[in-house]
């Protein structure tokens, strides 16, 4: 990371980039990126944010670089769920994944919140992402078959921040 790394509030102009990025990724299939052009333009409203929903926008230079998006779990106490994350395939293995995570940790531990979880695919292409969170403190919790779609499971991983 030899350039100056920033991660801050995403605005309005990088929904469009941010999106882009992710399609590059070549991971997400075309509904989840219409959907996250959706949740995207949404979280600038005034609900998103009166929901503690955070959306933070990764900055490598002066280039968009990646993002998370993350809140608060509805009806529970202080678990937070992390839906989103992303970084230029371009830039994936250089540690910015793990800058975001820790990012995102950290956060979270500010709102009070005592457990992260996440959720991904089980397909072969998601391998990479499930050893991304192991290797970074998170518990594999199980899968539910035929999530997502015939041969697409869902796998829930789960890490408590009040003693990492």
């Given at each position: 990371m030899s350039h100056s790394v920033e991660i801050r509030p995403m605005i309005a102009e990088d929904i469009s980039p941010l999106v882009e990025i992710a399609e590059a990724t070549g991971v997400f299939r075309p509904l989840e990126i219409e959907v996250l052009a959706e949740l995207l333009d949404d979280y600038l409203s005034a609900l998103a944010n009166e929901e503690q929903h955070?959306?933070?926008s990764l900055l490598v230079g002066e280039?968009?670089?990646g993002f998370v998006y993350y809140a608060p779990t509805p009806m529970t106490e202080a678990t937070w769920?992390?839906?989103w994350i992303v970084v230029d395939a371009t830039r994936q293995r250089h540690g910015f994944g793990k800058l975001l995570l820790g990012h995102v940790e950290e956060s979270i531990r500010q709102h009070g919140g005592k457990t992260l979880v996440i959720e991904t695919?089980?397909?072969?292409t998601y391998?990479?992402?499930r050893q991304f969170y192991l290797k970074?403190?998170?518990?594999?919790a199980g899968e539910i078959p035929n999530y997502y779609a015939d041969g697409d499971g869902m796998g829930i991983f789960y890490k408590s921040l009040e003693c990492s």
């Amino acid at each position: 990371m030899s350039h100056s790394v920033e991660i801050r509030p995403m605005i309005a102009e990088d929904i469009s980039p941010l999106v882009e990025i992710a399609e590059a990724t070549g991971v997400f299939r075309p509904l989840e990126i219409e959907v996250l052009a959706e949740l995207l333009d949404d979280y600038l409203s005034a609900l998103a944010n009166e929901e503690q929903h955070q959306c933070q926008s990764l900055l490598v230079g002066e280039e968009l670089a990646g993002f998370v998006y993350y809140a608060p779990t509805p009806m529970t106490e202080a678990t937070w769920y992390l839906y989103w994350i992303v970084v230029d395939a371009t830039r994936q293995r250089h540690g910015f994944g793990k800058l975001l995570l820790g990012h995102v940790e950290e956060s979270i531990r500010q709102h009070g919140g005592k457990t992260l979880v996440i959720e991904t695919s089980m397909l072969p292409t998601y391998q990479a992402t499930r050893q991304f969170y192991l290797k970074n403190g998170y518990t594999f919790a199980g899968e539910i078959p035929n999530y997502y779609a015939d041969g697409d499971g869902m796998g829930i991983f789960y890490k408590s921040l009040e003693c990492s």
